[in-house]
């Protein structure tokens, strides 16, 4: 697993080097992070721009993640997603339970503003989810006429 960790102040940042976060490179980055948190990081920004691809299993390891911080008053935060990565995020909810940031530099912002409340969506990926759920939409009334 090709990752970089860096500190800025008192935030642990975590560049995912790799173009797929999938089930076989999941342990080793689960391991990583996990040490980040027992070496005391309570903060922590995790960077996907370097990622084009996410499956289930790495967003079920996003959310353990975000519980190993919270179970130790922490926070995770996501930045950089890539169009199709931000899509699968938006799509099974996450973004409603982790803030979404742009860019890395308004994630590192964020931890100065209170925390995120559950239905709080970044405007820029609302956009994109709203043009799938219309997507969605215009292919399952084509497909419903035809029947």
């Known amino acids: 697993m090709q990752l970089s960790l860096e500190k800025s102040g008192d935030v642990r940042i975590v560049r995912v080097k790799e173009p797929k976060l999938t089930y076989p490179v999941l342990s080793s980055f689960f391991i990583e992070v996990r040490q980040c948190v027992e070496d005391g990081a309570r903060?922590?920004?995790?960077?996907?721009?370097a990622v084009t691809y996410i499956d289930s299993a790495a967003i079920g390891c996003l959310m353990d993640i975000r519980r190993l911080l919270?179970?130790?008053d922490g926070a995770v935060k996501l930045?950089?997603?890539?169009?199709?990565v931000e899509t699968m995020l938006f799509m099974t909810g996450v973004h409603k339970i982790v803030d979404v940031h742009g860019k890395e530099a308004e994630a590192l912002a964020a931890f100065g503003r209170p925390p995120k409340r559950n239905g709080d969506a970044p405007s820029r990926a609302a956009g994109t989810v709203s043009a799938v759920r219309s997507a969605l939409g215009a292919n399952l009334a084509k497909a419903s006429e035809g029947s």
């Open 43 to 49: 903060k922590m920004v995790i960077d996907l721009e």
């Open 70 to 72: 919270e179970d130790r």
């Open 79 to 84: 930045s950089g997603l890539q169009p199709r």
